[in-house]
């Protein structure tokens, strides 16, 4: 299997928007119309999707739902959401909607039981959010940090069945800084499970990096900021993960 190339499209008030180090109050919007931004993905080659529901991680519960319910029905791939997921119910919810994986963040940190019973409830279906700042664990959309340092969080899991680990350095996240690749491949080393990197990505130059890391463990990257600013052209990236 390839490198996994996954467009980002984040909710905020409906509209497609990026932040910048997860800091609601400087939002760039994209567009106001998230179906057919998932749609232009799709026609790039795009076969799997990353959207996050922003206000929802800070609510604790779904707030764009109907947003990404039309994202789901429209998008012919697979579609990987986060945001704001925190109990059986909305877990069962989405994947009863479509949707091909969970990711879950700072219920993972506060209730790993839950993590694990969703595990095995969807097998493959998990994603656990290992959110950085600094080197420790961030959570309730990047705005607690705890003292837990990302290896120790990622380590708890090792043994749940879940299906990833969604490692994003907080402070690289929509600057362009390109991504903290090292850190994303010491996470991908030191555990069994595989790593997504995400927060960062500024070109291509971040796939071709992250692609030579596919055998270590780095499962796949998720890219936003770069793409909706032109400076990453979604084809050639999925070319260059192809190839991994």
């Known amino acids: 299997m390839s490198l996994i190339v996954f467009p980002a499209i984040d909710l905020k008030g409906g509209q497609v928007v990026r932040l910048a180090e997860g800091d609601m109050d400087r939002a760039t919007v994209y567009g106001d119309d998230p179906t057919h931004q998932a749609m232009l993905f799709a026609d790039a080659g795009a076969q799997h999707l990353h959207v996050v529901d922003l206000d929802g991680a800070f609510a604790g519960e779904s707030v764009n739902g109907e947003a990404v ?3 789901v029905k429209a998008f012919p791939g697979h579609v990987q959401l986060g945001g704001g997921i925190r109990n059986p119910e ?5 994947f009863d909607l479509g949707v091909s994986r ?3 963040g700072t219920a993972a940190l506060e209730n790993p039981d839950f ?17 950085a700042k600094d080197g420790m664990v961030a959570t309730r959309g990047w705005a607690d ?7 120790d969080l990622a380590r708890r899991f090792e043994d749940a069945g879940v299906a990833s680990l ?8 929509g600057m362009l800084k390109g991504c903290n690749v090292p850190a994303t491949v010491d996470l991908a080393r030191a555990v069994r499970i595989p790593v997504i990197a995400s ?7 971040d796939i071709h ?26 084809a050639a990236a999925l070319s260059v993960a192809a190839a991994a």
């Open 69 to 71: 319910q039309a994202i």
């Open 90 to 94: 909305n877990v069962e919810r989405w």
């Open 102 to 104: 969970v990711v879950i």
């Open 115 to 131: 993590v694990r019973d969703m595990a095995k409830a969807y097998p493959g279906g998990i994603v656990v959010a290992v959110d």
């Open 145 to 151: 940090v705890s003292t837990v340092s990302v290896e």
């Open 166 to 173: 969604l490692f994003t350095d907080v402070g690289r996240d």
């Open 199 to 205: 927060g960062g990505v500024a070109g291509i130059g």
């Open 209 to 234: 990096m992250l692609a030579v890391h596919h055998k270590d463990g780095v499962e796949g990257v998720i890219t936003g900021r770069a793409l909706y600013d032109g400076r990453l052209d979604l």
